[in-house]
Structures are given as C-alpha cells and as structure tokens.
C-alpha cells in the first residue's frame, strides 16, 4: 500500500476555500486516491475519489499533480459542518479494503 | 437512496459476556464490510463479504469473533467472549461490486464499551 503523508491539523475560516494536501509519492499507476471525512461520532462519509484527472463534484474537488505524488482536496466554501478529520487513502485494483491513517483534523471556525 | 443501516447504535456488556451487531447494506449492494475503530485510530478491515462468501477474514479474531451474511444481504458480527480491548466503534460499509473505482459507504456504526 502507498503511504501518504497528511499534516496533522488545520483551521479553516468559515465560508473560505479550505485546501487540504496529501502527499502519496509511493502511489502506483493502478491506485485511485480516495478522500474521507468522519466528523465527530458518525462513520466515515465518501468525499471523492480519482485516478489522474482532477474530480470534482458536489462537495469538493480534488486535485491530483500530473506526477500523481500528490493531491489537495479542495472544500470550495468551508462551513462549521465541515469540521471533521478528513482521510487521504490510495486504494489500487488489489486493494478492496481501505486503509486509514491518522488524517487531518480540520476544524472551522466562524 | 438509504444508506447502511446498524443497530444498535450503543451497546455496553461485562467481559466475557457475548454481544452482537446487525447490518443493513445499501440496497443492491453486493460487498460488504466490518470495520473496527479503536479511540483514537482510523478503522480497520476485519472482514468482507461478496454476497453471502467471504472475501477475506485474515484480520479477524476468530477464536472469539464470527461473522455471517446468510442470505447475501443484511449481516450480524459477534463477539464471544468480549475482552476488555475489544471496547471500540464497529462500522458497517458496502460498496456495489467491491472494486477499487467504487467507494465504499459507511454505516454510523455501534459504540461498544467493555467493562
């Protein structure tokens, strides 16, 4: 599995964009990058996920560096309900568990 | 779309009694997962389920866990006899076939706490 490395924490201001990094230089061709969130007491919540080109859809977008060594997951306009610990995971076609790392906490503030 | 369902959503027992946790993937969804979250940690994979056979169980406890998905759809994980590490978040997730292009989503999960 591709290690990725996530700063530990972030604060956010309320209604600003919130751009989280991860790095996965290890990340191999067949590996998608997926992103979770888990906000406090619930189970983790799908964000996005890709393969090379950037996604984006109705919660985020995610961009991926054309090296694929790196991703920034973009929350476009950050709400209190944001606040959670968001997870970067590579997951390739042998991998059907997800493997989770300690993530980074993001917390917004008003 | 309903997502997955688990129950309990809390249950608190004495080391060595048994318990178990019930869950309801989203609708049509083949595979199906356990998780479990120690405070603290990210979750991690004990089991998976393709329809009702088992994918992989190398994680699992099996002196003291078992895990069933009879008719394919819901499914049940037990603990017998519980042991006081087993205190953590069991999580339920499915996803449509299991591969890597499609996400898997995760239930609310049932707390346990040993005492």
């Known amino acids: 599995d591709a290690k990725t490395t996530q700063p530990p924490s972030m604060d956010c201001a309320e209604g600003r964009a919130a751009n989280l990094p991860c790095n996965h230089s290890?990340?191999?061709?067949?590996?998608?990058v997926y992103w979770y969130r888990q906000i406090h007491s619930q189970g983790p919540q799908y964000i996005i996920h890709?393969?090379?080109n950037n996604e984006t859809n109705e919660m985020a977008s995610l961009i991926i560096t054309e090296d694929r060594k790196s991703s920034t997951l973009i929350l476009p306009h950050a709400t209190l309900r944001d606040t959670a610990v968001y997870y970067c995971?590579?997951?390739?076609?042998?991998?059907?568990?997800?493997?989770f790392g300690a993530g980074t906490t993001v917390t917004v503030r008003a | 779309e309903a997502g997955v369902a688990q129950s309990p959503r809390y249950k608190i027992i004495e080391k060595r009694q048994s318990v178990a946790f019930w869950c309801n993937p989203i609708?049509?969804?083949?595979?199906l997962y356990w998780y479990q979250q120690i405070l603290g940690q990210g979750p991690k994979l004990l089991i998976q389920?393709?329809?009702?056979?088992?994918?992989?169980d190398s994680q699992l406890p099996k002196d003291r866990f078992s895990a069933e998905r009879l008719k394919g759809v819901d499914s049940t994980l037990k603990i017998q006899p519980a042991k006081l590490e087993d205190s953590a978040v069991y999580l339920c997730?499915?996803?449509?076939?299991?591969?890597?292009?499609?996400?898997?989503?995760f239930g609310d999960g049932t707390r346990l706490s040993i005492l």
């Open positions: 609708s049509g969804h083949a595979t």
């Open positions: 890709g393969l090379k």
């Open positions: 995971i590579p997951r390739g076609s042998n991998d059907y568990k997800l493997s």
């Open positions: 997730a499915s996803s449509l076939l299991g591969q890597s292009n499609q996400p898997q989503h």
């Open positions: 290890t990340i191999s061709g067949n590996e998608y």
């Open positions: 389920f393709q329809n009702n056979g088992v994918v992989d």
